[in-house]
């Protein structure tokens, strides 16, 4: 029999002297100190044995007997310093395993089984035999898709015209007020439709490009504002004042109209679609961690 195994016969003892556990922890640090002495495929395994044999033991001692005998204490921490050693010896050898590789002598050998393999001429290596073999090494690109609204038109509803209800005439007289006080109030959203169509004007005029869609409705700070600019493009392209349409990389990109076709759309001659396009709060997040604006494009001077 083996000494590992002489080891865990004497472990199986359910209760053992201190004199007995102090033998056997002496044999343990006596086969851990020779593992430092030669590293190799047994040297982990041996290793593990005598750490379980050495917790068996620490866990047969009370508090109280450690307290008394500081002897077992001592030659438990001695095997943890030893197999702490150990495993540092065999970390170093590893590395000098892994260090050892040559690319140069990978290579030779790479060409040297491609010449081997069947349908090959000598000289003349055909490197896709190895496509099937090497490909499963590389992950594959995943898919993207860029966050793009649908232009395609939505289908018109047949909307049933109610009757109009007579409302029967009350029979209580109704008293005009004496003083009738009118309240002006000043609408937001035509000033800034204009500003949007002045804007867009202005661009394409000075660098003979359309604008990016998502760029100029994007607002950095105010989710609100991003959804009321997409708002007034929508009015825009309703009145036939701007259009939208795709670039060659397949993003939404918005022009001014020519006044041909601003005319045409007015006399019903053209086909205006208008279109909302959905945007939630994690899309606005997104766009604003794609385009990175600290400022709005549409309250920008343009130069």
């Known amino acids: 029999m083996s ?26 640090i006596t086969k851990a100190q020779s593992l430092q002495e030669s590293i190799n495929d047994e040297t982990i395994k041996t290793l593990e044995l005598c750490m379980e044999e050495t917790d068996n ?17 001592l030659m438990d921490s001695e095997m943890m310093h030893i197999s702490s050693n150990v495993l540092k010896h065999c970390t170093r050898s590893l590395t000098k395993v892994v260090c050892s590789y040559n690319y140069i002598e990978f290579a030779k050998k790479i060409v040297q089984y491609v010449k081997q393999l069947p349908d ?33 038109p939505l289908e018109k509803k047949e909307i049933n015209k109610k009757k109009p209800v007579r409302v029967k005439e009350t029979q209580a007289q109704i008293k ?10 000043e609408e937001e959203g035509p000033e800034e439709t204009v500003k949007m ?47 939208i349409t795709k670039d060659a990389s397949g993003i939404l990109v918005v022009q001014p109209c020519t006044k041909d076709m601003t005319a045409q759309v007015k006399t019903g001659n053209i086909e205006n679609i208008q279109n909302v396009m959905y945007l939630n709060m994690e899309q606005w997040k997104i766009l604003k961690n794609i385009y990175r604006l600290e400022n709005p494009l549409i309250e920008s001077e343009i130069k």
Request: positive net charge; charged residues 30%.
């Open 3 to 28: 000494t590992n195994n002489s080891m865990s016969d004497e472990s199986t003892t359910i209760s053992r002297t201190p004199q007995k556990r102090k033998e056997i922890l002496r044999k343990i």
């Open 57 to 73: 033991i620490n866990s047969e001692t009370s508090i109280e007997e450690k307290v008394h005998n500081q002897e077992e204490v």
């Open 120 to 152: 090959v001429e000598p000289e003349t290596p055909d490197w896709s035999l190895l496509e099937s073999q090497v490909i499963k090494c590389f992950k594959r690109t995943p898919q993207y898709s860029t966050l793009l609204g649908t232009l395609t």
């Open 176 to 185: 005009r007020p004496d003083n009738v006080v009118t309240i002006e109030k």
């Open 197 to 243: 169509k002045e804007f867009i004007s202005k661009y394409y005029k000075i660098y003979r490009k359309p604008l990016d869609f998502f760029k100029l409705i994007l607002h950095p700070n105010d989710f609100g504002k991003t959804i009321q600019n997409i708002l007034q493009i929508s009015f825009l392209v309703r009145d036939g004042k701007i259009k």
